[in-house]
T-cell receptor
Framework: AQSVTQLDSQVPVFEEAPVELRCNYSSSVSVYLFWYVQYPNQGLQLLLKYLSGSTLVKGINGFEAEFNKSQTSFHLRKPSVHISDTAEYFCAVSFTGGGNKLTFGTGTQLKVEL | GAVVSQHPSWVICKSGTSVKIECRSLDFQATTMFWYRQFPKQSLMLMATSNEGSKATYEQGVEKDKFLINHASLTLSTLTVTSAHPEDSSFYIC????????????FGPGTRLTVL
């Protein structure tokens, strides 16, 4: 069965420090991978996506993620966070043959502190 | 990417009434839209896939008679919560699937439903 796991429900970090949000998936078929950000009472905004090609993907707001097929991971990173990065982050996976549906992880609350 | 709107942004209703939520694709003709619900501090759960001109495809465990989906045009899908109860209170989010954007979904801003 296909699944997505975000092990960290909350990640506190000081401003200007680096951060990594972890995402692992389980699948027997090819996948497309996405990271979305959600601010309170708002919809989701795409940060970045991996479809094919280079395993290091750069997105908006200084975020990047690396696809690791052997470890079935797609961790999100930012070298220096800002207060405005405080939000909920969702990893999502689209599985080949899944009808373009997205399966979301449980989310990681990133809280940036001064 | 596609711009998606939802109306209303929030709604409060009495138990037993029906509520309609609209999802509009403002700049793109969408044959496929998705409806999700999100409980507080939880992830998005796919409810159904809305297909223009045909019946919606519901996920396992979602009552199709309670959550009526109508995708009558390429720019509008509606979700009607019939005979709403307090347990239906949730954040409902729609998305538009745009094949030309390589499998990306574009999300609406969401609708907060509170059933008293």
């Amino acid at each position: 069965a296909q699944s997505v796991t975000q092990l960290d429900s909350q990640v506190p970090v000081f401003e200007e420090a680096p951060v990594e949000l972890r995402c692992n998936y389980s699948s027997s078929v090819s996948v497309y991978l996405f990271w979305y950000v959600q601010y309170p009472n708002q919809g989701l905004q795409l940060l970045l996506k991996y479809l094919s090609g280079s395993t290091l993907v750069k997105g908006i707001n200084g975020f990047e993620a690396e696809f690791n097929k052997s470890q079935t991971s797609f961790h999100l990173r930012k070298p220096s966070v800002h207060i405005s990065d405080t939000a909920e982050y969702f990893c999502a996976v689209s599985f080949t043959g899944g009808g373009n549906k997205l399966t979301f992880g449980t989310g990681t609350q990133l809280k940036v502190e001064l | 990417g596609a711009v998606v709107s939802q109306h209303p942004s929030w709604v409060i209703c009495k138990s037993g009434t029906s509520v309609k939520i609209e999802c509009r694709s403002l700049d793109f003709q969408a044959t496929t839209m998705f409806w999700y619900r999100q409980f507080p501090k939880q992830s998005l759960m796919l409810m159904a896939t809305s297909n223009e001109g045909s019946k919606a495809t519901y996920e396992q465990g979602v009552e199709k008679d309670k959550f009526l989906i109508n995708h009558a045009s390429l720019t509008l899908s509606t979700l009607t919560v019939t005979s709403a109860h307090p347990e239906d209170s949730s954040f409902y989010i729609c998305s538009v699937y745009e094949e030309s954007s390589y499998n990306e979904q574009f999300f609406g801003p969401g609708t907060r439903l509170t059933v008293l």
